[in-house]
Nanobody, 118 residues
């Protein structure tokens, strides 16, 4: 069983930056691709970014050029660096792993709230 725990959410202003972290069970990054999803109030959960164990990355159109996904395998940690935040980025952000990670991940964290004020 893979354990995932997100940290780093908070309240920021438009234009600010924020970095989310996801601490995973040891060995996760050598086995599974990882991803960040988000769910805004009243909307479906959507894929934000993904990274494979070979560090290939994918970004949704909404965040391309503003967000960066990365890992530190020595710390079993997944990161999401978010720059130029917009009110539309307000959501609960989830870390995910395994399965078909971009569409049906097998493991989920509990999420961390990001609120961007205008």
């Amino acid at each position: 069983q893979v354990q995932l725990e997100e940290t780093g959410g908070g309240l920021v202003q438009a234009g600010d930056s924020l970095t989310l972290s996801c601490i995973a069970s040891e060995g996760t990054f050598n086995t599974f691709a990882m991803a960040w999803f988000r769910q805004a109030p009243g909307k479906e959960r959507e894929l934000v970014a993904a990274i494979t164990w070979t560090d290939s990355t994918y970004y949704s159109d909404a965040v391309q050029g503003r967000f960066t996904v990365s890992t530190d395998k020595s710390k079993n940690t997944l990161y999401l660096q978010m720059n130029s935040l917009e009110p539309e980025d307000t959501a609960v952000y989830y870390c995910a792993a395994g399965g078909v990670v971009t569409t049906s991940p097998k493991f989920w964290g509990r999420g961390t709230q990001v609120t961007v004020s205008s």
